[in-house]
């Protein structure tokens, strides 16, 4: 109490910050993660002026041969490295998705599974976001085809080459929760 | 074909060796997982003679209120103390199971996920293995509940105390595989 009536005799100046109250630092460098069990696609953004760069994107490949908790070592350790290499201080990952049936859920929410915990011992802020608001924040189109997703990913990030589906998927989370931050939203981000 | 024919020329006692030649070392400590987000069971068997016996046994509690992430940060923690701790050689963790719906079944993909990938990690051999196989192995009824098999388990290890359903289960799938791994079966266990 006594430090909010302190900050209440400030000079007014710092009424109009331009990041609301509730964020007061947005994360400059952003993970974001598309995991699946043979392909987990991940890329690495920096916030800037005058637009996001990109400081890392790829995808983890597990060959079908690789038994299924080898893969989740893997998918783990490269994420682990990323986040060394680049100290990410927020990460974004695929919240609602669509699968088949009930195996294809567990399959994919087991990847999901080793990349929040690389990500959440990494000391990262985890934000779900769901495909549908990803598409709709990078192409303006909820329903948008993969395609599409890429070459705006390339645009927005001047990458020279087409990005591999998956790691524009994850460069695409990682934009979306960028421009999230920076607003004010009636529908936030939910903190997994 | 040859070998086949060369075996038979053995004398006799080669025949009635205890182990299948396929599995010449099977693990004397073996940790179940009976994984879930806010309540993953554990449980660490030695087989010994005359029978096995129990060496540690848990339940992961996650409060509702912990972000998912900080619950898969909790059951890898959990795990990978207790996998330093008895040293076990493989791992048993629930196969195919009952999920109402694909949001239940990923967020017990991703329990499963930082489970394997903790035990994973640990070096062990991991194995799945359906409930209902564990009911027919454990109470000799694949539809048993879960007080039946808590019971079971009791005895079988000769357990003070009537251990809590998820670490009765954890203990149940370790059971299983310490029966499997010393028997030759026409439906081996699936490696994961």
Chains 1, 2 share one sequence.
Request: hydrophobic content about 45%.
């Amino acid at each position: 109490m006594q430090s909010r009536l302190a900050t209440g005799r400030r000079a007014p100046e710092q009424r109009t910050a331009p990041t609301p109250p509730t964020r007061p630092n947005p994360p400059q460098i952003i993970l974001g993660i598309d995991p699946s069990l043979r392909g987990t696609g991940y890329g690495v953004i920096r916030t800037a002026r005058p637009g996001p760069e990109a400081l890392a994107l790829g995808v983890i490949r597990c060959p079908a041969a690789w038994q299924r908790s080898r893969c989740l070592a893997r998918i783990a350790a490269v994420l682990r490295e990323v986040i060394a290499q680049h100290q990410p201080g927020a990460c974004a990952i695929e919240g609602l998705f669509f699968a088949q049936n009930l195996q294809t859920a567990l399959l994919m929410g087991e990847a999901r599974g080793a990349s929040l915990l690389a990500a959440a011992e990494g000391g990262l802020e985890i934000y779900e976001i769901a495909p549908r608001k990803v598409k709709q924040a990078i192409v303006g189109y909820g329903a948008a085809g993969k395609p599409a997703v890429a070459k705006m990913v390339q645009r927005l990030l001047h990458l020279t080459e087409l990005p591999a589906p998956d790691a524009a998927d994850a460069l695409a989370l990682a934009l979306t929760l960028a421009q999230e931050h920076g607003r004010f939203s009636l529908n936030p981000l939910r903190r997994v």
